[in-house]
């Protein structure tokens, strides 16, 4: 018998700052963090956000930074076509300090293992709280690449990484191009010895993403993490079930 799911954790806001002009930190801790485990920079919260439909919206962030009592999350702030935004950045950008909110977790995060020669890392704003954490835990000898899809110049970040990593800021609007973070990692030499990637982005730039490094590099699971965080043009809840659909056809 699956062991019951813990209740969500109330949470305080404590403070809020913009990170760059498209993400935007909000630091939550408070009493309800009693017993929360240390040592969860880089895995997931379930955020229970208030919405128009008298229950809560569910949305899975990143732990983006932990200290004592405090929990930073990064929410990269996006609208669709006609300037309507998420119920997330809705929510994070009129969040006020003392406001509760409901979160479940926290989930495991999805690491980069060590041991390897090289590392690609591939993403977009949603995914640069993830990366950030990943870069910090690399070893100071690591070498790789990275590629990060940003929405405008200033929306690069100053992340703790190795030497031996180069970071690629590509300025275009995240979803609009699917095919720039696989062109991008195509036009780099592919590097010798044990290579493992980690991509996080939207769906289609994901799918893309898995035609190279998996078809065409032939990188197995054990070498390879990929997901989508959602889909261009799409709701969440829309983009979990494609994303479901996606996995159940996807090759082994």
Known sequence: MAAARPAPRPLTVIAKRAITPNMLRV????????????????????LRLPSNAGKPCVRTYTISGQRDGELDVDFALHADAQGHAGPATRWAVGARAAELLEVGGPGVAKPLPPGHDFYLIAGDMTSLPAISVNLAALPAEARGFVAIEISEAAD?????????????????????????????????EWPAGSVYAWVACEFAAMRAMRTYLREERGLGLERLYISSYWQAGSTEDRHREVKQADLAAAPA
Do not use: M
Not at 164 to 171: E, F, S
């Open 156 to 188: 690069r970040q100053d992340l703790p990484c190795p030497a031996g990593v180069k970071i690629a800021w590509l300025v275009k609007e995240p979803g609009s191009d699917p095919e720039l973070l696989a062109r991008t990692l195509r036009a780099q």
């Open 27 to 46: 630091t939550l801790g408070g009493p309800g963090l009693a017993g929360f485990p240390a040592g969860q920079a880089g895995g997931y919260l379930k």
